[in-house]
């Protein structure tokens, strides 16, 4: 393993937000060079002192090769594993003996974020074996739920639409970046001003709402609606559209769940409004035969849902973490680091329905604990003194070099869970790592 006096750090697309150049100069306040590649003008905004990258897709890895060995890069850090320059700059590390690292929002919400090595996910190389993980969370602290870290939705928004527009007003000078999102910027900017007056109206019925699906003393089940756009859906799950999950979800609700059950169908709370759900909804339990069993939620307490309920269908939400906290019957259907024996139902949908088993009280605390200590820490990408506690933090992992450590596996172990569930995969590259101890 590297000492930290060795270790050389590149940067790549960080959040739109400051906390990559909060990164940037954390490595550099700790005696460790740290370059960064800027790859549209929104990133130029906030990026300073970074190398352009003007080029074509295709010629990226070519790019990244000779930056990362001219530079003797040791480590990169990128935001967002399944964006593609950075599933190419995953590849490239590991033929190049370089550990990657993904930082994204936190797997335990709110106020965490995620530094793990690879990919998330799918491609995440976090354990799957229980003696591993255990060993991991051997001596590890209970969570840390104290929410330190607050910011407001206009400061969100104020980071997403500078960046944009900024990237947008300015396109001529990275005229061959590539944006991997399913609609254009304007587009889903202009669909969210009716949605913000929608927002607050689903917030102020929002506990009524929640309140008369359990006060109906019926059984129930909750199914979270994610984002079209998130990664985590188009590239850890076999859906291309959620209409598609939506569908298989009812007709499997109207064959195997008992006939007094109601589905409870939350949208996700930063849905853009583009893809009408109530219309979806409506059509999808005609279908069904449905009618009366379907209710919609737009907004409401979670944990007041889930306290409820008989079972939780998801794809791969950080939803699902905070339903195994609560020991509730989880069920996924895409590709989650948290989907393993004894945490997650394992048998087919149309019998969870019937007999939803709940996780192992041991194993959730265990593998809890364990995530925490190898992939989670506590910051935020938009609070000033959260990006800079994040920032330190990440910088003494990676220091110590975390990504290398006998915490990891790889190739990563959930690829062939994932296939089995119609994912598709990038094959391992590189030599397979000898892991070192921490």
Same mark, same amino acid.
């Given at each position: 393993?590297?000492? =930290? ?11 739109? /937000? ?14 460790? =060079? ?17 190398? %352009? ?20 890069? /040791? ?24 550990? %990657?690292?993904? +930082? ?13 090595p690879g990919g998330m996910g799918a491609f995440s190389r976090f354990p799957t074996d229980r003696a591993h993980i255990e060993a991991i969370a051997d001596g590890a602290p209970p969570l840390d739920d104290v929410i330190r870290y607050r910011h ?51 917030q102020s019925r929002a506990p009524a709402q929640v309140n008369r699906v359990i006060a109906q003393n019926k059984p129930y089940f909750l199914f979270p609606m994610q984002l079209q756009e998130d990664y985590q859906i188009r590239h850890n799950s ?17 064959? #195997?769940? *008992?006939?007094? $059950? /109601? ?25 069904? #035969? ?6 919609? +939620? ?30 509730? =019957? ?10 393993? *024996? ?16 709940? %996780? ?5 605390? @265990? ?6 200590? $190898? ?8 609070? !000033? ?5 994040? $920032? ?32 598709? @995969?990038? *094959? !391992? @590259? #590189? =030599? ?7």
């Amino acid at each position: 393993m590297k000492s =930290p006096d060795s270790r050389r750090v590149l940067l790549l697309q960080g959040p739109p /937000t400051n906390f990559f150049s909060v990164l940037q100069q954390a490595f550099s306040d700790a005696g460790i =060079p740290v370059m960064r590649v800027k790859f549209n003008a929104g990133d130029a905004l906030r990026a300073r002192d970074a190398i %352009p990258y003007r080029g074509k897709l295709d010629n990226f890895a070519a790019f990244l090769t000779r930056l990362m060995r001219r530079e003797a890069i /040791t480590d990169v850090i990128y935001f967002a594993d399944r964006l593609p320059y950075h599933r190419i700059a995953e590849r490239v590390a590991n033929q190049l003996g370089v550990t %990657p690292y993904a +930082v994204e929002n936190g797997y335990l919400r709110p106020d965490w974020l995620t530094l793990e090595p690879g990919g998330m996910g799918a491609f995440s190389r976090f354990p799957t074996d229980r003696a591993h993980i255990e060993a991991i969370a051997d001596g590890a602290p209970p969570l840390d739920d104290v929410i330190r870290y607050r910011h407001s939705f206009s400061t969100e928004a104020y980071f997403d639409v500078s960046h944009t527009l900024t990237r947008l007003v300015a396109t001529h000078r990275y005229r061959h970046y590539e944006r991997d999102r399913p609609h254009h910027p304007v587009r889903e900017y202009l669909s969210w001003l009716p949605q913000l007056a929608r927002r607050q109206w689903a917030q102020s019925r929002a506990p009524a709402q929640v309140n008369r699906v359990i006060a109906q003393n019926k059984p129930y089940f909750l199914f979270p609606m994610q984002l079209q756009e998130d990664y985590q859906i188009r590239h850890n799950s076999r859906y291309t559209r959620l209409a598609e999950l939506v569908d298989e979800v009812f007709a499997s609700f109207a064959r #195997g769940a *008992p006939k007094d $059950a /109601t589905l409870v169908v939350k949208i996700h709370p930063l849905d853009n409004g583009l893809q009408n759900w109530r219309k979806t909804l409506k059509k999808a339990k005609r279908d069904y #035969g449905l009618t009366g069993r379907i209710r919609l +939620v737009a907004a409401g307490p979670l944990l007041d849902l889930l306290e409820n309920c008989e079972g939780v269908v998801l794809v791969n939400s950080t939803v699902g973490m905070t339903a195994l906290r609560n020991l509730c =019957p989880t069920k996924t259907m895409g590709a989650a680091v948290y989907d393993l *024996p004894g945490l997650t139902d394992r048998q087919p949908l149309d019998a969870f329905w019937q007999n939803p088993t709940p %996780p192992d009280p041991e194993f959730v605390d @265990v593998f809890m604990r364990a995530l925490a200590q $190898a992939t989670q820490l506590k910051g935020s990408f938009y609070n !000033p003194e959260g990006m800079a506690d994040g $920032a330190r933090e990440i910088v003494r992992r990676v220091a110590t070099g975390i990504g290398s450590s006998s915490w990891f596996v790889y190739p990563p172990p959930r690829l062939s869970r994932a296939s089995e569930l119609g994912v598709e @995969v990038d *094959p !391992p @590259v #590189g =030599p397979q790592k000898v892991m070192l101890t921490v």
